[in-house]
């Protein structure tokens, strides 16, 4: 968090124009997607599965070292894919304009612990719309973590770093929990609410059909390469856990971004809640492999910005996005991936201790609209 | 154990292997058109017909049943990225000893899926298919004398039952504009030069609309003919008067095309046909809105067209997309965003 409000310069009505530009950005790819957008995703998810079918292929075989170097590589790609490029993108509703039932946000399940239709409620709904604002989206910190100066110390906070860390390796297991809301629903009275029992027993489902797939069953089927298998699957979802939560860290967490008070999106118009999105997100830079394997979320700001648009587009939209930063003279935060991954964990760090009380508060745009 | 119950074992097994996907997502890769998998063709031809009409030529998956001559089948066209399903009539006989079928598609103006079918199609691609279906066919008993009745792409149906039945007297009057615009023009010109055919073509550019007061003078004995009709509503109107007129109505066959007319106005009645509820909505309140306000259960997420968590059937009718101003028709498996769609003319919301 910065001392001062870095969108203090602008003017309510520039803010409502740099609205207006970002519905233009974001009309101008809609009139344009089509049949190269569609052979796009078509192509990706045929080139995941086929990786995936290989991968456990040569994973029979695993123990013989190379091949369960190779399988397990592949495997970890492969889950990765299915996880941030395809399921990702997919659940957000990026592709249903195609009208294929089979690549639906409404009929779309992915190779994770956490329902697609659990995740879509917590992070679509909650986290996309009050994006970076304390109290209403807990993906800031996940409900472990502290992650701004404002938000209120307490001795648990110590431990963070470890629970950062235990998050990143088990994440898919966290975001499972996280979109249960597992801290708060655990107290005995809500426990029983049936509706959350509903939702607790298709995660326990979904867990099982996970665990028993990559546990027991594949290793089972690879006969004498039984454990080297279940090693093997036990790598890939770890490397593929850490891989998602360092992206993930770098949307919000680095240094530069901005989160909000509750009170500051009451009455939000268009153009406030485009530029909540701009400076509570950040990207990370690199080359076209680096972006497709984080689904293109390096690409965080755009996405915010324009969560429903196909991801291979957002390549395009950040060079416009980019300008509009520079033309309004915010700072757009990006850096590659172990300076932002750094810049995460420090804050982690950081803020697992206390820390004294921020002379200026976080952006709190009813009061400057008043006081204009 | 049977071996139904086996197998049906084995597949769960599969399933547990490939979960959360389907066993068939991974043989849909390799073998698209298997027994067993969801109903898809493969298009292998396109011959152009005429300036503005083509024939398909479509391998269909082995779920395919066969057909009747004379009925039509929906299928699911890419456009430009876009599922849209549209009905033809199947014009390939029902013994098609290759077991290809073949639809014969006229391109109409702005029709996303003819033009694209009969410009853009290229052989290779695979299409989804519904089984065929429609009650325009052939009796089982061979009439003694038959008619066919025709005018534009309302030639298809007919020429699939022309290719699949012989019968001893037939005639058939077609209206098209131009001679160059006779779909099948030189395959019926072999019919009639085989005797198997009477055929009177109406050019309507130059004779004008076919007045069906002349079908006395043209077929003689019309009315004891069994008839198939097929073309455009004013032509099957005056048909449907003509044969009732004159007391001959049940052996008259009509079959319609019919185009979905959307009138995309502004605002319009909206039902929602689950609960049961008809209410007037303006063309600038989301349809959410309108639905909650009218006591109907709409599921709603963020409001603001980015969460998908709002998204309903739509049944009937035409939406506005509020953001952009880009209207939806309904069309079966459309889905639309209620928090940011509101009415373009009347329509119907499955909630």
Not at chain 1, 318 to 341: D, I, M, N, S
Not at chain 2, 152 to 157: A, C, E, K, L
Not at chain 2, 290 to 307: D, T, Y
Request: proline share 6%.
């Amino acid at each position: 968090m910065t001392a001062i409000d870095p969108t203090a310069h602008l003017t309510a009505e520039q803010i409502e124009e740099l609205g207006r530009e970002l519905d233009a950005i974001r009309d101008e790819v809609i009139a344009d997607r089509g049949e190269k957008d569609a052979a796009y995703i078509r192509k990706v998810i045929s080139a995941q599965r086929k990786l995936e079918l290989v991968s456990r292929g040569v994973l029979l075989f695993s123990i013989f070292p190379p091949a369960w170097i190779i399988g397990t590589a592949g495997l970890s790609v492969a889950k990765i894919m299915d996880n941030m490029e395809i399921g990702h993108n997919i659940l957000h509703g990026q592709w249903d304009w195609m009208r294929d039932p089979k690549i639906h946000s409404t009929t779309w399940e992915w190779d994770h612990v956490s329902p697609a239709d659990q995740w879509k409620h917590s992070h679509n709904e909650l986290h996309h719309t009050y994006t970076n604002v304390i109290g209403k989206d807990n993906d800031l910190g996940y409900g472990i973590m502290r992650v701004d100066e404002d938000q209120k110390w307490h001795p648990f906070h110590l431990g963070q770093p470890l629970w950062n860390f235990l998050n990143a390796c088990f994440f898919e297991y966290g975001i499972a929990a996280y979109d249960l809301e597992l801290g708060k629903n655990l107290h005995k009275r809500r426990r029983k609410n049936p509706e959350f029992r509903a939702r607790a027993k298709a995660v326990g489902r979904k867990i099982r059909k996970q665990v028993l797939k990559d546990y027991v069953i594949h290793p089972l089927l690879s006969g004498p390469s039984f454990l080297p298998t279940l090693a093997a699957t036990f790598t890939a979802n770890l490397v593929r856990n850490i891989w998602t939560h360092s992206v993930i860290m770098c949307g919000h967490f680095p240094e530069g971004v901005q989160v909000f008070e509750r009170r500051s999106i009451k009455g939000e118009t268009r153009g406030q809640w485009y530029l909540r999105q701009m400076m509570g997100s950040a990207n990370i830079s690199g080359s076209r492999a680096m972006h497709f394997m984080t689904g293109n979320l390096s690409h965080q700001i755009e996405h915010h910005l324009f969560p429903d648009l196909p991801s291979n587009r957002y390549a395009e939209v950040a060079v416009k996005v980019r300008a509009l930063f520079e033309k309004y003279e915010l700072e757009y935060v990006t850096g590659p991936l172990p300076k932002q991954v750094f810049s995460a964990w420090h804050k982690v760090f950081r803020l697992s201790l206390p820390n004294r009380k921020p002379k200026v508060k976080t952006p709190d745009r009813e009061k400057e609209l008043v006081a204009a | 154990m049977t071996s139904a119950a086996l197998r049906s074992r084995a597949w769960k097994l599969l399933e547990m292997v490939t979960t959360p996907l389907l066993p068939s997502d991974y043989l849909d890769l390799v073998s698209p058109l298997r027994a067993g998998a969801d109903l898809r063709g493969r298009i292998e031809a396109v011959h152009p017909e005429t300036g503005d009409a083509a024939t398909i030529v479509i391998r269909p998956g082995r779920g395919w049943r066969g057909h009747t001559a004379g009925q039509y089948v929906r299928i699911g066209v890419d456009v430009d990225g876009v599922r849209l399903w549209r009905a033809y009539s199947i014009t390939s006989p029902t013994n098609r000893q290759d077991g290809r079928v073949t639809i014969t598609v006229k391109a109409i103006p702005d029709g996303k899926v003819s033009n694209h079918l009969v410009r853009r199609a290229k052989p290779g691609t695979l299409i989804q298919l519904d089984l065929p279906t429609g009650d325009f066919v052939l009796p089982q008993a061979k009439p003694a004398k038959v008619l066919y009745l025709t005018a534009g792409s309302g030639i298809t149906p007919v020429m699939g039952m022309l290719r699949d039945t012989e019968f001893d007297d037939v005639v058939m009057v077609h209206c098209a504009p131009r001679p160059q615009d006779v779909i099948f023009r030189n395959e019926l010109h072999d019919m009639v030069a085989d005797k198997k055919l009477r055929l009177t073509e109406v050019h309507t550019d130059t004779d004008g609309m076919l007045d069906i007061a002349r079908l006395d003078g043209l077929v003689p004995d019309w009315a004891e003919r069994e008839t198939w009709a097929c073309g455009p509503a004013g032509l099957l109107d005056a048909a449907e008067e003509h044969w009732s007129e004159h007391g001959v109505q049940e052996r008259l066959h009509t079959e319609r095309f019919r185009p979905s007319i959307v009138v995309a106005g502004d605002g319009g009645e909206v039902t929602f046909s689950a609960t049961g509820k008809t209410v007037d909505a303006d063309g600038a309140t989301p349809l959410l809105d309108i639905g909650e306000e009218a006591g109907v259960l709409m599921p709603s997420g963020c409001r603001m067209g980015i969460c998908f968590g709002c998204i309903t059937p739509l049944k009937a009718g035409a939406v506005r997309d509020l953001r952009t101003g880009e209207i939806t028709e309904a069309e079966p498996g459309v889905l639309i965003q209620t928090c940011v769609s509101a009415a373009a003319g009347p329509c119907d919301i499955e909630r």
